[in-house]
């Protein structure tokens, strides 16, 4: 095994459980109409998975009846047999490092399923979801997303989400909120957040990305940024290739982010690739080509340790309950 086939990978963010509730019939364990498998999560030597419950429009209008549908979907076809481990407690992440373990947790992708019902909120938090995604790329209940051309804030109902938030444990993300719904959050927010699949906008303008400010603010309150593998946020125009990646890690590096840094795929939420990154399997190819421009703790940082390193001291204490 090469040394880079032993670096363990947190990934922040795919969309397979909107596949798997799509199409019922889908095997997690070994199905290449998924992009993350259990079979590629071992090839690339995940530690870490984050999975999305996102609603697709294409599958009517968002209700929580969906949500816990997909929850379901992933205690029967995520967490089952010897397979991944939950990750939901600071106390677990001490056991995340070795070498044999895999975990996954959960994350909603857009508040809009929860219905402007904080109750909803609390009910996810109990059955383990841990990060909130309070927009896609339009406006909810809650705030605007990133497309939402009046570039609004929070409602006052997502004021309130975000003191909930704040108080329980549960985690907030960035990607797709609006620039004003990221600074009012920035200002609100007693706690650092991430945003698990964003890249640099100054690389690559796509409205998507975060600005050098905004990554400079994360960067301030050591939250963390997961680098994603949409083509069309790492290169204008698409047709990326896992090089130019490096030109997003050197402008995060340079604003002082290297240990903020991660990574968020968002496989399963994109229907092309980046040449030799298309699938969880390759990210031993990816760990090759780090180690050939950057020193060996960096390169553990930016794929496990800076990730694992936030859950340690974010995630909510088991005595919670």
């Given at each position: ?7 363990k ?50 599958l ?20 089952c ?20 373990s ?8 857009g ?11 609390e ?9 909130l ?13 990133v497309l ?16 909930w ?8 993300d ?12 920035a200002?609100r ?23 050098d ?11 963390r ?13 698409g ?25 968020g795929?968002?496989f399963?939420g994109i ?51």
């Open positions: 095994m090469g040394t880079a086939a032993k670096f990978v947190a990934d922040f963010h795919c969309d397979a459980l909107s596949k798997l509730q799509a199409e019922p019939d889908i095997d997690f364990n070994n199905d290449h109409r998924l992009d993350v498998t259990a079979e590629r999560l071992a090839a690339g030597n995940v530690g870490l998975q984050v999975f999305a419950v996102y609603l697709s429009g294409t009517g209008k968002p209700r929580f009846e969906r949500i816990l549908g997909q929850l379901e979907l992933f205690r029967k076809r995520i967490i047999g010897e397979g991944l481990r939950w990750l939901r407690w600071k106390e677990e992440t001490v056991v995340t490092s070795a070498p044999e895999a975990w996954a947790m959960l994350s909603l992708e508040v809009d399923g929860l219905e402007g019902n904080l109750f909803y909120a009910l996810l938090f109990e059955l383990g979801v841990r990060f995604g309070i927009t896609w790329n339009y406006a909810n209940w809650a705030a605007d997303g939402e051309s009046r570039n609004g804030g929070f409602t006052e109902k997502g004021r309130q989400l975000i003191e938030c704040n108080t329980s444990g549960m985690l907030l960035v990607s797709h909120l609006s620039p004003a719904g990221f600074w009012e959050l200002e927010s007693t706690r650092p957040f991430i945003a698990s699949h964003s890249n640099a906008a100054a690389v690559c303008g796509h409205p998507r990305n975060l600005s400010e905004q990554i400079k603010a994360v960067i301030a309150m050591d939250g940024i997961g680098l994603t593998f949409v083509p069309w946020f790492v290169r204008n125009g047709g990326a290739k896992a090089e130019d990646l490096l030109k997003h890690i050197e402008h995060v590096c340079s604003l002082g982010g290297s240990r903020q840094l991660m990574f795929s968002d399963d229907d092309a690739w980046i040449e030799g990154l298309e699938h969880p399997g390759k990210y031993t190819e990816l760990a090759d080509l780090l180690l050939k421009h950057y020193p060996e703790d960096e390169v553990k940082g930016w794929l496990h340790g800076n990730a694992m390193r936030f859950l340690s001291t974010q995630l909510p204490s088991r005595v919670y309950l």
